[in-house]
């Protein structure tokens, strides 16, 4: 694997994290929002297992948000990772370049204009910087589902 690509997955995990952290919002306030139960003389619901309906849509809620944070602290784990591996640059202002072109998915001129520099002289850092990485041996390099496809490019 190329060192762009394995860094290239930040920007997905930074991506997949913010999803998954949306989602679980939407589980919450769904289950802050669930219906009353009405009680009307003329029909009358029970459940089998004596549970208010709501509970079973609480339960449903619970497990889904169990089941995300533990799909965020994958994916926390694989982000910690790659920043490590960017650890490994000698420079601070190079390893900022990469984070920025990797992590947030800002252009060379952007970077640029953070470090006053026009946008060759941030490719050549970046370039530099690439020449000191040595990425982990293949097979251990975490990867899930989806940055696995991403990276033999498969359709999602």
């Not at 926390?76 to 601070?92: A, P, R, T």
């Not at 204009?113 to 020449?131: C, Q």
């Amino acid at each position: 694997m190329r060192v762009e690509t394995y860094l290239s997955q930040g920007r997905m995990l930074n991506q997949r994290i913010n999803y998954q952290l949306k989602k679980l919002g939407e589980l919450k306030s769904a289950a802050c929002s669930l219906p009353a139960v009405t009680i009307r003389k003329d029909k009358v619901q029970t459940s089998a297992d004596g549970d208010a309906p709501f509970v079973k849509a609480l339960i449903r809620v619970e497990e889904m948000e169990e089941k995300i944070n533990r799909e965020i602290d994958m994916l926390v784990d694989l982000k910690e990772e790659i920043m490590g591996v960017i650890g490994q640059v000698d420079s601070e202002e190079l390893q900022m370049v990469l984070i920025y072109r990797y992590m947030e998915g800002m252009t060379w001129e952007e970077i640029g204009e953070l470090f006053h520099a026009d946008k060759s002289t941030i490719k050549r850092w970046h370039w530099k910087a690439i020449e000191q990485i040595v990425l982990p041996e293949e097979r251990n390099i975490k990867k899930i589902g989806f940055l696995q496809k991403m990276n033999r490019n498969e359709p999602f």
